[in-house]
Protein backbone atom coordinates (compact mmCIF):
# COMPACT_ATOMS: atom_id res chain seq x y z
CA UNK A 1 0.00 0.00 0.00
CA UNK A 2 2.65 2.27 0.97
CA UNK A 3 4.52 1.53 -2.18
CA UNK A 4 1.51 1.84 -4.38
CA UNK A 5 0.95 5.32 -2.06
CA UNK A 6 4.86 6.36 -2.95
CA UNK A 7 3.96 5.31 -6.96
CA UNK A 8 0.79 7.53 -6.93
CA UNK A 9 2.51 10.51 -5.71
CA UNK A 10 5.57 9.90 -7.99
CA UNK A 11 3.08 9.96 -11.00
CA UNK A 12 1.33 12.87 -10.11
CA UNK A 13 4.42 14.46 -9.25
CA UNK A 14 5.79 13.60 -13.10
CA UNK A 15 2.53 14.94 -14.62
CA UNK A 16 2.54 17.93 -13.07
CA UNK A 17 6.53 18.67 -13.96
CA UNK A 18 6.05 17.69 -17.03
CA UNK A 19 8.58 20.01 -18.72
CA UNK A 20 11.13 19.93 -16.27
CA UNK A 21 11.12 16.35 -16.15
CA UNK A 22 11.93 16.30 -19.84
CA UNK A 23 14.75 18.72 -19.70
CA UNK A 24 16.36 16.48 -17.14
CA UNK A 25 15.64 13.84 -19.80
CA UNK A 26 17.70 15.34 -22.36
CA UNK A 27 20.24 17.12 -20.28
CA UNK A 28 20.97 14.03 -19.20
CA UNK A 29 20.86 12.21 -22.19
CA UNK A 30 23.43 14.59 -23.77
CA UNK A 31 25.88 14.72 -20.91
CA UNK A 32 26.01 11.00 -20.65
CA UNK A 33 26.32 10.86 -24.51
CA UNK A 34 29.82 12.07 -24.17
CA UNK A 35 30.82 10.16 -21.20
CA UNK A 36 29.98 6.89 -23.05
CA UNK A 37 31.79 8.62 -26.05
CA UNK A 38 35.01 9.13 -24.01
CA UNK A 39 34.13 5.93 -22.50
CA UNK A 40 34.23 3.71 -26.02
CA UNK A 41 37.28 6.12 -27.11
CA UNK A 42 39.30 4.70 -24.23
CA UNK A 43 37.90 1.24 -25.14
CA UNK A 44 38.99 1.62 -28.99
CA UNK A 45 42.45 2.82 -27.75
CA UNK A 46 42.96 -0.56 -25.55
CA UNK A 47 41.16 -2.33 -28.32
CA UNK A 48 43.65 -1.15 -30.74
CA UNK A 49 46.55 -1.60 -28.86
CA UNK A 50 46.21 -5.18 -27.60
CA UNK A 51 45.74 -5.91 -31.32
CA UNK A 52 48.81 -3.40 -32.51
CA UNK A 53 51.15 -3.70 -29.77
CA UNK A 54 51.09 -7.65 -30.64
CA UNK A 55 52.14 -6.98 -34.33
CA UNK A 56 54.66 -3.94 -34.32
CA UNK A 57 57.71 -4.42 -34.72
CA UNK A 58 61.19 -2.54 -34.59
CA UNK A 59 62.65 -2.54 -38.19
CA UNK A 60 66.40 -2.24 -38.09
CA UNK A 61 67.50 -1.14 -41.42
CA UNK A 62 70.33 -1.90 -43.00
CA UNK A 63 72.49 0.35 -45.26
CA UNK A 64 71.73 -0.06 -49.66
CA UNK A 65 73.60 1.86 -51.94
CA UNK A 66 71.70 5.03 -51.22
CA UNK A 67 71.55 5.47 -47.98
CA UNK A 68 72.46 8.60 -47.06
CA UNK A 69 72.89 8.06 -42.71
CA UNK A 70 76.59 8.44 -41.57
CA UNK A 71 76.75 4.79 -40.43
CA UNK A 72 76.33 4.03 -43.81
CA UNK A 73 79.51 5.75 -45.16
CA UNK A 74 81.42 2.66 -45.99
CA UNK A 75 78.74 1.54 -48.34
CA UNK A 76 76.11 -0.93 -48.50
CA UNK A 77 76.17 -3.40 -45.47
CA UNK A 78 78.58 -6.17 -45.98
CA UNK A 79 78.16 -9.71 -44.45
CA UNK A 80 80.44 -9.74 -41.73
CA UNK A 81 78.56 -6.88 -40.17
CA UNK A 82 74.89 -8.03 -40.85
CA UNK A 83 76.52 -11.39 -39.08
CA UNK A 84 77.49 -9.10 -36.47
CA UNK A 85 73.92 -7.16 -36.05
CA UNK A 86 72.25 -10.01 -35.60
CA UNK A 87 74.53 -11.75 -33.47
CA UNK A 88 74.31 -8.99 -30.41
CA UNK A 89 70.25 -9.24 -31.54
CA UNK A 90 70.59 -12.30 -30.62
CA UNK A 91 72.74 -12.30 -27.60
CA UNK A 92 72.25 -13.16 -24.02
CA UNK A 93 72.61 -9.41 -23.17
CA UNK A 94 69.54 -8.17 -25.59
CA UNK A 95 67.48 -11.32 -24.32
CA UNK A 96 65.69 -9.68 -21.82
CA UNK A 97 64.17 -7.15 -24.27
CA UNK A 98 64.25 -8.84 -27.29
CA UNK A 99 61.57 -11.68 -27.86
CA UNK A 100 61.96 -12.79 -31.82
CA UNK A 101 64.41 -11.24 -34.48
CA UNK A 102 63.70 -12.09 -38.29
CA UNK A 103 65.64 -11.30 -40.76
CA UNK A 104 64.18 -9.62 -44.29
CA UNK A 105 65.64 -10.27 -47.16
CA UNK A 106 65.52 -7.53 -50.05
CA UNK A 107 63.63 -10.05 -51.88
CA UNK A 108 61.23 -10.40 -49.37
CA UNK A 109 61.35 -6.71 -48.83
CA UNK A 110 60.26 -6.25 -52.05
CA UNK A 111 57.61 -9.31 -51.97
CA UNK A 112 55.63 -7.16 -49.49
CA UNK A 113 56.05 -4.28 -50.79
CA UNK A 114 54.22 -5.93 -53.76
CA UNK A 115 51.49 -7.12 -51.81
CA UNK A 116 50.94 -4.00 -49.83
CA UNK A 117 50.77 -1.52 -53.01
CA UNK A 118 49.06 -4.46 -55.11
CA UNK A 119 46.80 -1.42 -56.55
CA UNK A 120 49.25 0.92 -57.49
CA UNK A 121 51.57 1.82 -60.50
CA UNK A 122 54.96 2.30 -58.11
CA UNK A 123 55.08 -1.83 -57.64
CA UNK A 124 56.16 -2.14 -61.04
CA UNK A 125 59.39 0.65 -60.98
CA UNK A 126 60.39 -0.71 -57.88
CA UNK A 127 63.25 -3.56 -57.86
CA UNK A 128 64.59 -5.70 -54.96
CA UNK A 129 68.11 -3.52 -54.75
CA UNK A 130 66.64 -0.26 -54.12
CA UNK A 131 64.95 -1.82 -50.97
CA UNK A 132 66.63 -2.01 -48.17
CA UNK A 133 66.95 -5.42 -45.94
CA UNK A 134 66.07 -5.52 -42.02
CA UNK A 135 65.59 -7.53 -39.07
CA UNK A 136 62.42 -7.42 -37.66
CA UNK A 137 62.70 -7.27 -34.13
CA UNK A 138 59.24 -8.14 -32.08
CA UNK A 139 60.24 -6.70 -28.42
CA UNK A 140 59.07 -8.45 -25.05
CA UNK A 141 58.13 -5.07 -24.25
CA UNK A 142 56.63 -2.43 -27.11
CA UNK A 143 57.38 0.23 -24.68
CA UNK A 144 61.26 -0.55 -24.53
CA UNK A 145 62.02 0.71 -28.10
CA UNK A 146 64.85 3.29 -27.48
CA UNK A 147 66.99 -0.16 -26.20
CA UNK A 148 67.32 -1.12 -29.55
CA UNK A 149 67.38 2.41 -31.00
CA UNK A 150 70.27 3.50 -29.07
CA UNK A 151 71.94 0.70 -29.89
CA UNK A 152 72.03 0.35 -33.15
CA UNK A 153 71.21 3.71 -34.73
CA UNK A 154 75.08 4.50 -34.98
CA UNK A 155 76.35 0.79 -35.66
CA UNK A 156 78.20 0.48 -39.24
CA UNK A 157 75.75 -1.32 -41.55
CA UNK A 158 72.78 -0.07 -39.93
CA UNK A 159 70.84 2.31 -41.89
CA UNK A 160 68.58 3.49 -39.81
CA UNK A 161 66.09 1.90 -36.66
CA UNK A 162 62.13 2.31 -36.89
CA UNK A 163 59.53 2.02 -34.31
CA UNK A 164 56.55 1.44 -36.11
CA UNK A 165 54.54 1.92 -32.56
CA UNK A 166 55.53 5.53 -33.07
CA UNK A 167 52.61 6.02 -35.73
CA UNK A 168 49.90 4.40 -33.33
CA UNK A 169 51.37 6.73 -30.61
CA UNK A 170 50.37 10.11 -32.38
CA UNK A 171 46.61 7.92 -33.68
CA UNK A 172 46.22 7.37 -30.22
CA UNK A 173 46.93 10.96 -28.71
CA UNK A 174 44.51 12.23 -30.95
CA UNK A 175 42.08 10.10 -29.97
CA UNK A 176 42.90 10.73 -26.22
CA UNK A 177 42.50 14.48 -27.10
CA UNK A 178 39.09 13.63 -28.48
CA UNK A 179 38.25 11.90 -25.38
CA UNK A 180 39.39 14.63 -22.79
CA UNK A 181 37.17 17.09 -24.79
CA UNK A 182 33.81 14.53 -24.81
CA UNK A 183 34.53 14.13 -20.85
CA UNK A 184 35.25 18.30 -20.58
CA UNK A 185 31.57 18.27 -22.47
CA UNK A 186 30.26 15.84 -20.29
CA UNK A 187 31.14 17.20 -17.19
CA UNK A 188 30.01 20.71 -17.78
CA UNK A 189 26.80 19.07 -19.39
CA UNK A 190 26.14 16.61 -16.28
CA UNK A 191 26.53 20.11 -13.79
CA UNK A 192 23.82 21.44 -15.74
CA UNK A 193 21.64 18.07 -15.25
CA UNK A 194 22.33 18.15 -11.19
CA UNK A 195 21.35 22.47 -10.74
CA UNK A 196 18.74 21.22 -13.24
CA UNK A 197 17.69 18.27 -10.86
CA UNK A 198 18.14 20.55 -8.18
CA UNK A 199 15.97 23.26 -9.16
CA UNK A 200 13.17 20.62 -10.65
CA UNK A 201 12.96 18.97 -7.14
CA UNK A 202 13.13 22.72 -5.51
CA UNK A 203 9.95 23.36 -7.45
CA UNK A 204 8.28 19.81 -7.30
CA UNK A 205 8.51 19.95 -3.48
CA UNK A 206 6.76 23.71 -3.14
CA UNK A 207 3.89 22.59 -5.51
CA UNK A 208 2.67 20.32 -3.13
CA UNK A 209 4.14 21.51 -0.09
CA UNK A 210 0.34 21.37 1.03
CA UNK A 211 0.36 17.24 0.72
CA UNK A 212 3.74 17.12 2.37
CA UNK A 213 2.77 18.91 5.46
CA UNK A 214 0.00 16.88 5.81
CA UNK A 215 2.43 13.69 5.71
CA UNK A 216 3.95 15.31 8.27
CA UNK A 217 1.38 15.97 10.71
CA UNK A 218 -0.31 12.57 10.60
CA UNK A 219 3.57 11.26 11.34
CA UNK A 220 4.15 9.95 7.83
CA UNK A 221 7.97 8.61 7.42
CA UNK A 222 10.82 10.79 6.31
CA UNK A 223 10.95 8.08 3.38
CA UNK A 224 7.51 7.81 2.38
CA UNK A 225 7.79 12.09 2.03
CA UNK A 226 10.59 12.03 0.17
CA UNK A 227 11.06 9.16 -2.19
CA UNK A 228 8.20 10.86 -4.53
CA UNK A 229 10.95 13.73 -5.20
CA UNK A 230 14.02 11.50 -5.16
CA UNK A 231 12.58 8.95 -7.86
CA UNK A 232 11.23 11.94 -9.50
CA UNK A 233 14.97 13.20 -10.67
CA UNK A 234 16.44 9.62 -10.28
CA UNK A 235 13.77 7.85 -13.19
CA UNK A 236 14.58 10.98 -15.37
CA UNK A 237 17.87 10.84 -15.24
CA UNK A 238 17.96 6.85 -15.59
CA UNK A 239 15.43 7.73 -18.97
CA UNK A 240 18.24 9.85 -20.04
CA UNK A 241 20.69 7.26 -19.44
CA UNK A 242 18.87 4.61 -21.51
CA UNK A 243 18.63 7.25 -24.15
CA UNK A 244 22.31 7.93 -24.06
CA UNK A 245 22.78 4.12 -24.51
CA UNK A 246 20.83 3.22 -27.13
CA UNK A 247 22.49 6.48 -28.88
CA UNK A 248 25.67 5.17 -28.22
CA UNK A 249 25.16 1.41 -29.29
CA UNK A 250 23.31 2.52 -32.60
CA UNK A 251 26.39 4.86 -33.56
CA UNK A 252 28.90 1.80 -32.64
CA UNK A 253 26.49 -0.86 -34.50
CA UNK A 254 26.21 1.29 -37.55
CA UNK A 255 28.52 3.91 -37.50
CA UNK A 256 31.65 1.76 -36.18
CA UNK A 257 31.01 -1.71 -36.93
CA UNK A 258 28.79 -0.70 -40.17
CA UNK A 259 30.39 1.88 -42.34
CA UNK A 260 34.02 2.21 -41.15
CA UNK A 261 35.05 -1.65 -40.01
CA UNK A 262 34.43 -2.27 -44.24
CA UNK A 263 36.06 0.87 -44.86
CA UNK A 264 39.23 -0.44 -42.64
CA UNK A 265 39.01 -4.14 -42.34
CA UNK A 266 42.33 -4.82 -40.99
CA UNK A 267 40.95 -2.51 -37.77
CA UNK A 268 39.89 -4.02 -34.85
CA UNK A 269 36.80 -2.06 -33.86
CA UNK A 270 34.92 -2.37 -30.30
CA UNK A 271 31.47 -4.06 -31.09
CA UNK A 272 28.22 -3.06 -30.18
CA UNK A 273 28.34 -5.47 -27.14
CA UNK A 274 30.97 -3.03 -25.48
CA UNK A 275 28.51 -0.40 -25.16
CA UNK A 276 26.15 -2.43 -23.16
CA UNK A 277 29.11 -3.10 -20.50
CA UNK A 278 29.37 0.61 -20.68
CA UNK A 279 25.37 1.21 -20.03
CA UNK A 280 24.86 -0.33 -16.65
CA UNK A 281 27.59 2.56 -15.78
CA UNK A 282 26.03 5.74 -17.55
CA UNK A 283 23.18 4.76 -16.05
CA UNK A 284 24.01 4.38 -12.98
CA UNK A 285 26.00 7.44 -12.97
CA UNK A 286 22.57 9.43 -13.71
CA UNK A 287 20.91 7.73 -11.46
CA UNK A 288 23.28 8.63 -8.69
CA UNK A 289 23.99 12.20 -9.05
CA UNK A 290 20.18 12.40 -9.35
CA UNK A 291 19.17 11.01 -6.16
CA UNK A 292 22.45 12.86 -4.35
CA UNK A 293 20.99 16.24 -5.75
CA UNK A 294 17.60 15.73 -4.85
CA UNK A 295 18.34 14.54 -1.68
CA UNK A 296 20.29 17.63 -1.00
CA UNK A 297 17.70 19.61 -2.47
CA UNK A 298 15.37 18.25 0.28
CA UNK A 299 17.16 18.95 2.95
CA UNK A 300 17.19 22.67 2.28
CA UNK A 301 13.44 22.87 0.93
CA UNK A 302 11.61 20.05 2.65
CA UNK A 303 11.02 19.51 6.35
CA UNK A 304 10.25 16.62 7.55
CA UNK B 1 -0.62 12.14 28.93
CA UNK B 2 1.08 15.80 28.41
CA UNK B 3 3.64 17.34 30.72
CA UNK B 4 5.15 20.41 30.56
CA UNK B 5 8.06 20.89 32.75
CA UNK B 6 8.72 24.58 33.70
CA UNK B 7 9.02 24.84 29.87
CA UNK B 8 10.49 27.79 28.10
CA UNK B 9 10.60 29.00 24.48
CA UNK B 10 12.25 31.38 23.17
CA UNK B 11 11.97 31.96 19.16
CA UNK B 12 14.65 35.12 19.23
CA UNK B 13 16.60 36.38 22.15
CA UNK B 14 15.63 40.33 21.56
CA UNK B 15 11.58 39.64 22.49
CA UNK B 16 10.00 38.26 25.95
CA UNK B 17 9.93 34.22 25.17
CA UNK B 18 6.67 32.84 23.78
CA UNK B 19 6.09 30.05 26.78
CA UNK B 20 7.57 31.23 29.91
CA UNK B 21 8.20 28.43 32.54
CA UNK B 22 5.26 26.82 32.08
CA UNK B 23 4.02 23.87 34.27
CA UNK B 24 1.27 22.09 33.18
CA UNK B 25 -0.09 18.08 33.22
CA UNK B 26 -3.00 16.76 30.89
CA UNK B 27 -4.24 13.46 31.83
CA UNK B 28 -5.54 10.78 29.63
CA UNK B 29 -9.06 11.53 28.38
CA UNK B 30 -8.99 14.86 29.60
CA UNK B 31 -10.63 18.05 27.42
CA UNK B 32 -8.74 20.92 28.21
CA UNK B 33 -9.32 24.79 27.00
CA UNK B 34 -6.24 26.60 26.46
CA UNK B 35 -7.66 29.93 26.46
CA UNK B 36 -5.63 33.62 25.87
CA UNK B 37 -5.59 36.36 23.32
CA UNK B 38 -3.39 35.59 20.51
CA UNK B 39 0.50 35.61 20.90
CA UNK B 40 -0.19 34.26 24.41
CA UNK B 41 1.36 31.08 23.40
CA UNK B 42 -1.27 28.60 22.62
CA UNK B 43 0.00 27.93 19.15
CA UNK B 44 3.77 27.53 20.35
CA UNK B 45 2.08 24.96 23.40
CA UNK B 46 1.05 22.85 20.27
CA UNK B 47 4.32 23.31 18.32
CA UNK B 48 6.14 21.83 20.94
CA UNK B 49 4.07 18.55 21.85
CA UNK B 50 4.07 17.93 18.29
CA UNK B 51 8.08 18.61 18.62
CA UNK B 52 7.86 21.11 15.65
CA UNK B 53 10.13 23.44 17.56
CA UNK B 54 12.83 22.68 20.44
CA UNK B 55 12.37 23.99 23.85
CA UNK B 56 14.52 26.72 25.03
CA UNK B 57 14.51 25.37 28.67
CA UNK B 58 12.55 22.67 30.19
CA UNK B 59 11.20 19.56 29.07
CA UNK B 60 7.96 18.27 27.61
CA UNK B 61 6.53 14.86 28.18
CA UNK B 62 3.89 13.29 25.82
CA UNK B 63 2.54 9.94 26.88
CA UNK B 64 5.66 9.49 29.20
CA UNK B 65 8.29 10.23 26.96
CA UNK B 66 10.41 13.38 26.75
CA UNK B 67 9.95 14.75 23.38
CA UNK B 68 13.70 16.24 23.49
CA UNK B 69 14.90 12.37 23.31
CA UNK B 70 13.12 11.03 20.52
CA UNK B 71 15.63 11.08 17.22
CA UNK B 72 14.35 12.37 14.58
CA UNK B 73 13.62 9.12 12.85
CA UNK B 74 11.10 8.67 15.68
CA UNK B 75 9.23 11.98 15.62
CA UNK B 76 6.92 10.33 12.72
CA UNK B 77 5.77 7.73 15.10
CA UNK B 78 5.28 10.41 17.79
CA UNK B 79 3.04 12.19 15.73
CA UNK B 80 0.90 9.41 14.59
CA UNK B 81 -0.26 9.34 18.33
CA UNK B 82 -1.78 12.84 18.37
CA UNK B 83 -4.06 14.11 15.80
CA UNK B 84 -4.20 18.15 14.96
CA UNK B 85 -6.92 20.14 13.42
CA UNK B 86 -6.27 24.07 12.36
CA UNK B 87 -8.59 27.06 12.02
CA UNK B 88 -7.60 26.71 8.20
CA UNK B 89 -8.79 22.61 7.86
CA UNK B 90 -5.80 22.38 6.07
CA UNK B 91 -7.74 20.23 3.03
CA UNK B 92 -5.96 19.17 0.18
CA UNK B 93 -8.28 20.63 -2.40
CA UNK B 94 -8.02 18.28 -5.50
CA UNK B 95 -9.18 14.91 -3.13
CA UNK B 96 -13.06 13.87 -2.12
CA UNK B 97 -13.99 13.78 1.77
CA UNK B 98 -13.34 10.29 1.61
CA UNK B 99 -9.34 10.24 0.16
CA UNK B 100 -8.89 13.57 1.87
CA UNK B 101 -9.36 10.85 5.56
CA UNK B 102 -7.76 8.03 4.00
CA UNK B 103 -4.38 9.79 2.94
CA UNK B 104 -3.83 10.21 6.35
CA UNK B 105 -3.81 6.29 6.54
CA UNK B 106 -2.60 5.69 3.14
CA UNK B 107 0.59 7.69 4.05
CA UNK B 108 1.39 5.53 6.84
CA UNK B 109 1.32 2.58 4.92
CA UNK B 110 -2.44 1.33 6.03
CA UNK B 111 -3.54 -1.50 3.55
CA UNK B 112 -6.74 -1.28 1.14
CA UNK B 113 -9.30 -2.81 2.89
CA UNK B 114 -8.38 -0.85 6.83
CA UNK B 115 -8.79 1.92 5.04
CA UNK B 116 -12.54 1.23 3.15
CA UNK B 117 -13.35 -0.10 6.09
CA UNK B 118 -12.17 2.24 8.67
CA UNK B 119 -13.12 6.35 6.54
CA UNK B 120 -16.83 5.46 6.30
CA UNK B 121 -17.01 4.78 9.96
CA UNK B 122 -14.58 8.00 11.38
CA UNK B 123 -16.71 10.25 8.62
CA UNK B 124 -19.61 9.31 10.07
CA UNK B 125 -18.52 9.92 13.80
CA UNK B 126 -17.91 13.54 12.58
CA UNK B 127 -21.40 13.51 10.89
CA UNK B 128 -20.74 13.64 7.24
CA UNK B 129 -21.99 10.36 6.14
CA UNK B 130 -23.22 10.21 2.95
CA UNK B 131 -20.57 12.78 1.94
CA UNK B 132 -17.71 10.62 0.90
CA UNK B 133 -17.27 11.89 -2.91
CA UNK B 134 -17.75 15.65 -2.56
CA UNK B 135 -14.83 17.66 -2.94
CA UNK B 136 -13.72 20.36 -0.03
CA UNK B 137 -15.04 23.31 -2.41
CA UNK B 138 -18.43 21.92 -2.43
CA UNK B 139 -18.89 21.25 1.61
CA UNK B 140 -19.71 24.03 4.05
CA UNK B 141 -17.17 25.41 6.57
CA UNK B 142 -17.99 23.47 9.11
CA UNK B 143 -18.29 20.35 7.28
CA UNK B 144 -14.87 20.91 5.73
CA UNK B 145 -13.48 21.05 9.52
CA UNK B 146 -15.09 17.75 10.43
CA UNK B 147 -13.53 16.59 7.46
CA UNK B 148 -9.85 17.87 9.18
CA UNK B 149 -11.26 16.29 12.18
CA UNK B 150 -11.82 13.21 10.38
CA UNK B 151 -9.13 13.06 9.39
CA UNK B 152 -6.65 14.00 12.49
CA UNK B 153 -8.27 11.02 14.22
CA UNK B 154 -8.93 8.12 11.31
CA UNK B 155 -4.85 7.00 12.81
CA UNK B 156 -6.90 6.71 16.70
CA UNK B 157 -4.71 8.46 18.67
CA UNK B 158 -4.22 9.29 21.75
CA UNK B 159 -4.05 13.01 21.75
CA UNK B 160 -6.39 15.62 19.53
CA UNK B 161 -4.72 18.95 19.23
CA UNK B 162 -7.02 21.77 18.34
CA UNK B 163 -5.56 25.09 17.64
CA UNK B 164 -8.63 27.69 17.16
CA UNK B 165 -10.79 24.91 15.30
CA UNK B 166 -13.64 27.33 15.25
CA UNK B 167 -11.69 30.49 14.10
CA UNK B 168 -13.17 30.60 10.99
CA UNK B 169 -17.15 29.12 11.70
CA UNK B 170 -20.64 30.90 13.10
CA UNK B 171 -21.39 30.31 16.34
CA UNK B 172 -23.80 27.90 15.69
CA UNK B 173 -21.63 25.52 13.38
CA UNK B 174 -19.47 26.00 16.09
CA UNK B 175 -21.26 24.37 18.80
CA UNK B 176 -21.66 21.77 15.84
CA UNK B 177 -17.85 20.80 16.18
CA UNK B 178 -17.93 21.45 19.80
CA UNK B 179 -20.04 18.47 19.76
CA UNK B 180 -18.00 16.44 17.56
CA UNK B 181 -14.92 16.75 19.84
CA UNK B 182 -17.16 16.32 23.00
CA UNK B 183 -17.87 13.04 21.24
CA UNK B 184 -14.03 11.99 20.32
CA UNK B 185 -12.77 12.82 23.93
CA UNK B 186 -15.89 10.44 25.36
CA UNK B 187 -14.81 8.37 23.33
CA UNK B 188 -11.34 8.37 25.54
CA UNK B 189 -9.10 10.34 23.30
CA UNK B 190 -7.22 13.05 25.21
CA UNK B 191 -8.58 16.58 23.26
CA UNK B 192 -6.37 19.84 24.10
CA UNK B 193 -8.06 23.16 22.24
CA UNK B 194 -6.35 26.44 21.69
CA UNK B 195 -9.40 28.90 21.14
CA UNK B 196 -10.45 32.60 22.47
CA UNK B 197 -14.42 32.25 21.90
CA UNK B 198 -15.40 32.82 25.39
CA UNK B 199 -18.53 31.56 24.19
CA UNK B 200 -17.53 28.09 23.84
CA UNK B 201 -15.44 27.54 26.58
CA UNK B 202 -18.35 28.71 29.02
CA UNK B 203 -20.97 26.54 27.38
CA UNK B 204 -18.82 22.86 28.06
CA UNK B 205 -17.60 24.44 31.29
CA UNK B 206 -14.48 22.21 30.70
CA UNK B 207 -10.89 22.31 32.49
CA UNK B 208 -9.53 25.79 31.12
CA UNK B 209 -6.20 26.95 31.34
CA UNK B 210 -5.45 30.39 30.66
CA UNK B 211 -1.89 31.86 29.37
CA UNK B 212 -0.83 35.45 29.18
CA UNK B 213 1.69 36.67 27.49
CA UNK B 214 3.57 33.20 27.99
CA UNK B 215 2.58 32.52 31.79
CA UNK B 216 -0.26 30.48 32.88
CA UNK B 217 -1.91 32.84 35.25
CA UNK B 218 -5.42 30.72 35.90
CA UNK B 219 -6.55 26.24 36.08
CA UNK B 220 -9.51 26.03 36.57
CA UNK B 221 -11.59 22.45 36.24
CA UNK B 222 -14.46 24.15 35.58
CA UNK B 223 -13.66 27.50 34.07
CA UNK B 224 -15.01 30.32 32.36
CA UNK B 225 -13.53 32.34 30.05
CA UNK B 226 -14.54 36.23 29.74
CA UNK B 227 -11.29 36.52 26.90
CA UNK B 228 -12.85 39.31 24.95
CA UNK B 229 -13.63 41.96 28.05
CA UNK B 230 -9.72 41.35 28.89
CA UNK B 231 -8.19 42.14 25.58
CA UNK B 232 -10.37 45.54 25.74
CA UNK B 233 -9.31 46.02 28.90
CA UNK B 234 -5.41 45.68 28.35
Known sequence: MRFAFVLGELGSGLRRNLAMVISIVLVTFISLTFV??????????????????????????????????????????????RDDIQAILESDSFSEYVSTVEYESQEEALGHFQD???NSPIVDSVTADQLPESFRVNL???????????????????DVVSDQRELLE?????????????????????????????????????????????????????????????LEGVIAAVVGGLLATGTLWAVAHFALNGVLAEMYPETAFISSTEVLLLAPLLILLGGVLAGVSSLLTLRRYLRV | MIRFDTVTKVYDNNSRPALDAVSLEVDRGE???????????KSTFIRL????????????????????NIPSWRVPKLRRGIGVVFQDFRLLPNKTVFANVAFAMQVIGKSRAVIRETVPDVLQTVGLEGKNNRMPHELSGGEQQRVAIARAIVNRPGILLADEPTGNLDPTTSMGIMKVLDRINSNGTTVVMATHDDDIVNTMRKRVVELRNGSVVRDDAQGIYIGETEVSAQ
Open chain 1, 36 to 81: GAAGLLQLQINQMKGYWYDRVQVAVFLCVDNSTSPSCAAGPVSDEQ
Open chain 1, 116 to 118: QFA
Open chain 1, 140 to 158: VDPEKYEVINEAFSSTPGV
Open chain 1, 170 to 230: RLFTYMNVASAIALTIAGVMLLCAVLLVATTIRLSAFSRRRETGIMRLVGASKAVIQLPFV
Open chain 2, 31 to 41: FVFLVGASGSG
Open chain 2, 49 to 68: VLKEDRVSRGAVYVAGQNVA
